[in-house]
């Protein structure tokens, strides 16, 4: 198992470095059809890759791990979920207000935009209370 994980990850990384450096040769102001052409392969590619990784994330813990393993990982996917669904139910679809942007965006682009807002913020403020709670819980545990 070690040796395909090291092919894959070799393969992975010579495709990207090949998209790289095609998108970088081929994007110069004058060639617009050329860069926009290559732009959406680059994109592609992160959106398979980021595809690749949430797959990887979710389903590797459930084969690799013991049943109390599987358990705990079954409940953090289990959160994930909920945080996006109650994100995604607390999200706004309105426009910012004296904004005016062409094209106009449609109401789900608002509300995915919004969705991943929260989101994030969400992780962020539970991310800095990990940091500060976990440092607070040594400091308390080494005196």
């Known amino acids: 198992m070690k040796k395909f994980t090291k092919i894959l990850t070799y393969a992975l990384l010579i495709i990207s470095a090949v998209i790289f450096v095609i998108f970088y040769a081929s994007s110069h102001p004058a060639d617009a059809g050329t860069a926009d052409s290559t732009l959406n392969m680059v994109l592609n590619w992160a959106y398979l890759l980021l595809c690749l990784s949430v797959l990887g994330a979710i389903i590797?813990?459930?084969?690799?791990?013991?049943?109390?393993?599987?358990?705990?990982?079954?409940?953090?996917?289990?959160?994930?979920?909920?945080?996006?669904?109650?994100?995604?139910?607390?999200?706004?679809?309105?426009?910012?207000?004296?904004?005016?942007?062409?094209?106009?965006?449609?109401?789900?682009?608002?509300?995915?935009?919004?969705?991943?807002?929260?989101?994030?913020?969400?992780?962020?403020?539970?991310?800095?209370?990990?940091?500060?709670?976990?440092g607070l819980i040594n400091n308390l545990r080494n005196r």
């Open 60 to 134: 590797l813990p459930l084969f690799f791990s013991s049943g109390k393993n599987v358990k705990g990982s079954l409940i953090k996917i289990g959160v994930v979920i909920v945080v996006c669904v109650v994100s995604y139910l607390l999200a706004s679809s309105a426009p910012l207000q004296g904004v005016t942007v062409n094209p106009a965006p449609t109401a789900g682009d608002l509300k995915f935009t919004s969705t991943i807002l929260l989101i994030s913020s969400l992780f962020l403020v539970a991310d800095i209370i990990a940091v500060l709670g976990g």
